[in-house]
């Protein structure tokens, strides 16, 4: 058969794949994957470095789906492909990524085919999508960490990254903020690796875009620096084949090919109208759309014989032959820089490097004490000069959150100095956390830093981050009300609940500045999760460790900070952060009137109810009943601590603008309003008690 007839087939196949998985699985998205067909088998077939034999290979093209939705484009390929599966600790496994059965049970329990594109769930794919717009968001972050990774391990005649970043999207990516903050970003980076194509269909869910979306979008991008193309017809694959030719032979931009598409192609009814944005064909269509291509009309999942060749015969031999070359000249960089090969060898599987935590900071005690920001920014500092490939920076809020690199040869991330490490995002959080997880996909370790209370402008992209499991680390200074002055609109209160509720997001608040040592020292170690550290504006006491338990115990998630002299303690204070240092002074006046108290401080929720029973149990006794929980934040959640007999000192309302001092008072987090309140407990025990006595 001629390679055009091929192509031709190929891309039937890919359509009729996804129509066959949507209408099988009575859900989905057909009519992009119908009207992307041909895009999609031009980058993969003719253009994209990527071997199927080894989906991990560092340097290969990405390929990001931003539009999510139209998942079956990617499940086809990477079962056409025989893209071989990997586990998360980037063994090979011998055996397909997406089988033709994952494909019949497409978006059933456990397929490698569910709806959308899960990193770590289906090897081949490069980045989480579906919540629109944050495919192309973390691609840029991708791009940035393509030119960081050239720029600081290539060497003459050792090119050992040149790859680049292909991202798809949709209108609905387009109109998504996230996607305007971070091409804004892309386009002053001048990050010439990197194109987006966007589907222009005129269609989302509601109907035509007419309805909402009416802009000039090639002068938006031609604003923003990019260079702008544009393909008339989405079936015509030289054309697209051309286009992604002037991308490769762009310098100093990125590219946006505007490709004009028609959803649903092929199916007489549905084409061009939403019906065929999100739901099956129907079995008539189905047939009538099988019937316009040219294919057996009856026949579910149908690969023609010369199909899977033709893929080997393209992406599969043409990416091994880049692979085998890039193997062989990395063993000779291996002999000529040693140094710099171990450190590719070890990011490439989330590694530190031994001596990581060499010079972290001991605080010695001191009731003036140090803000939880300083803390943070001289461990950052150390951590940075450890780890080559640790980077990060902030919304432009560096100088406050102290997230600024300062040391000899820290340099800034600009598009003359892409190996810098301190990264400037602008006041964009939301472009900030997705760029960062593209950095963290391309095995770089990234920390983010903004107020805690900004949290919620990138929180879209926190979650895919602990969804994705990626090692990426927040910033979050300004962590309660020590922001005082500038009021409710800046100070956190429902921020460090909800972070906690994200699943596998590890949320710290260290007390002081040696728990803010600890609370690195366990972050950093993790390979598969993100983790998110609240820390204070204000200076906090740095506890006196010969007194009060060692910091080490933040790795536990809570520990027992203090204890009463004598006795079983009979009171537990709980708290977190700037609250710690009150909590024991209350517990040191308790002392004095003769009640047992003992202080928990308590860093991390999730870590804490990580641990054993038996460890949880010997930090809060279960037979002591009297306990408060003292934090600066939402009073939700506390109660699983503090039981139904407990109490909750924190925040039921929005805080206020007034100096610190004033709102500690305010609001009750002082250290004789926590004694009032266990006096009260102790009462209604005591009362309780003797009741069960009398009865
Ligand atoms: C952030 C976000 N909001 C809403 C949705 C729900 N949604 C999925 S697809 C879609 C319409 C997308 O239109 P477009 O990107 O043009 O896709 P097309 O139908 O053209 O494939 C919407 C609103 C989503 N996935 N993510
Ligand atoms: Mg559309």
């Known amino acids: 058969m001629a390679n055009n007839d091929l192509d031709q087939l190929s891309i039937n196949t890919i359509r009729t794949l996804s129509i066959d998985a ?118 840029v972050g991708m791009a940035i960490a393509e030119k960081w990774l050239a720029n600081h391990y290539n060497r003459p005649g050792f090119e050992m990254f040149d790859y680049r970043i292909y991202a798809i999207a949709g209108d609905g990516c387009m109109m998504e903020g996230v996607a305007s903050e971070a091409a804004s970003l892309a386009g002053h980076l001048q990050l010439d690796n990197l194109c987006w194509i966007y589907d222009n269909n005129h269609i989302t869910i509601e109907g035509n875009t007419r309805i909402t979306f009416t802009e000039d979008i090639a002068a938006r991008f031609l604003g923003y620096g990019w260079n702008v193309l544009r393909v008339g017809d989405a079936n015509d694959i030289d054309r697209i084949q051309h286009a992604l030719t002037v991308f490769a032979q762009t310098k100093d931009r990125p590219t946006f090919i505007i490709l004009d598409s028609h959803i649903g192609y092929g199916a007489p009814n549905l084409q061009d109208t939403a019906a065929a944005h999100g739901e099956p064909l129907g079995e008539e269509e189905v047939r009538l759309a099988k019937r316009s291509y040219g294919w057996p009309e009856d026949v579910k999942f149908f690969v023609p014989d010369g199909v899977r060749e033709h893929f080997n015969a393209g992406i599969g031999a043409r990416a091994a032959e880049a692979r085998r070359r890039w193997t062989q000249l990395f063993e000779s960089y291996r002999v000529a820089y040693p140094d710099l090969a171990s450190e590719i060898d070890l990011m490439q599987s989330r590694q530190l490097p031994v001596a990581w935590d060499k010079n972290l900071p001991v605080f010695p005690a001191d009731a003036k004490g140090i803000a939880g920001r300083d803390a943070s920014g001289k461990v950052l500092n150390e951590l940075a000069q450890n780890i080559p490939w640790f980077v990060g920076g902030s919304a432009d809020l560096g100088p406050s959150n102290r997230t600024m690199l300062k040391f000899n040869g820290a340099g800034n991330v600009e598009a003359a100095s892409p190996g810098g490490k301190n990264l400037h995002f602008g006041v964009r959080e939301h472009a900030m956390a997705a760029i960062v997880n593209g950095l963290a996909l391309s095995k770089l370790r990234p920390f983010a830093g903004t107020f805690l209370i900004f949290s919620d402008y990138a929180r879209p992209a926190i979650r895919l981050a602990a969804l994705m499991e990626l090692p990426v680390i927040y910033v979050f200074t300004h962590d309660a009300m020590g ?75 809570a520990y027992v900070l203090a204890d009463p002299p004598e006795g079983q303690p009979e009171v537990i204070l709980i708290a977190s952060g700037s609250e710690v240092s009150l909590a024991i002074d209350a517990h040191e006046k308790l002392l004095r009137e003769g009640i047992r108290s003992r202080v928990v401080s308590m860093p991390s929720w999730d870590i804490f109810d990580n641990q054993t029973p038996e460890y949880r149990d010997s930090v809060l006794a279960p037979d002591v009943k009297s306990r408060v929980a003292i934090e600066q934040g939402s009073v939700l959640g506390w109660e699983r601590y503090v039981g139904s007999f407990g109490r909750i000192i924190g925040m039921k309302t929005f805080g206020a603008s007034a100096p610190l001092k004033e709102l500690q008072a305010k609001f009750g987090f002082e250290p004789d309003r926590v004694i009032e309140v266990v006096k009260e407990l102790r009462e209604k025990e005591n009362v309780l008690n003797l009741r069960k006595e009398i009865a």
């Open 483 to 557: 922001d005082g002055e500038d009021g409710p609109t800046h100070q956190p209160v429902e921020q460090l609940v909800s972070l906690r509720a994200i699943p596998g997001l590890v949320m710290l608040r260290p007390a002081d500045a040696n728990e803010v040592v600890e609370a690195y020292r366990y972050v950093m170690q993790l390979r598969h999760k993100p983790a998110a550290i609240a820390l204070s504006r204000q200076a906090l006491p740095t506890l006196d460790r010969n007194k009060y338990a060692a910091a080490s115990g933040v790795a536990r998630g």
């Open 22 to 139: 949507v209408q099988q699985a009575k859900s989905g998205h057909p009519g992009t994957p119908m009207a992307l067909a041909p895009l999609v088998f031009t980058i993969w077939n003719r253009v994209l470095r990527f071997d199927p034999k080894d989906p991990i290979w560092p340097n290969r093209d990405r390929f990001v789906l931003s539009n999510g939705h139209a998942s079956m484009l990617l499940w086809s390929m990477l079962y056409l492909t025989g893209t071989q599966a990997v586990n998360a600790e980037y063994e090979r496994l011998g055996q397909p990524a997406v089988t033709l059965e994952d494909i019949r049970r497409f978006r059933q329990l456990d397929s490698k085919a569910p709806g959308h594109p899960e990193y770590h769930w289906t090897s081949g794919v490069e980045a989480t999508t579906g919540p629109l717009g944050q495919g192309v968001a973390m691609s």
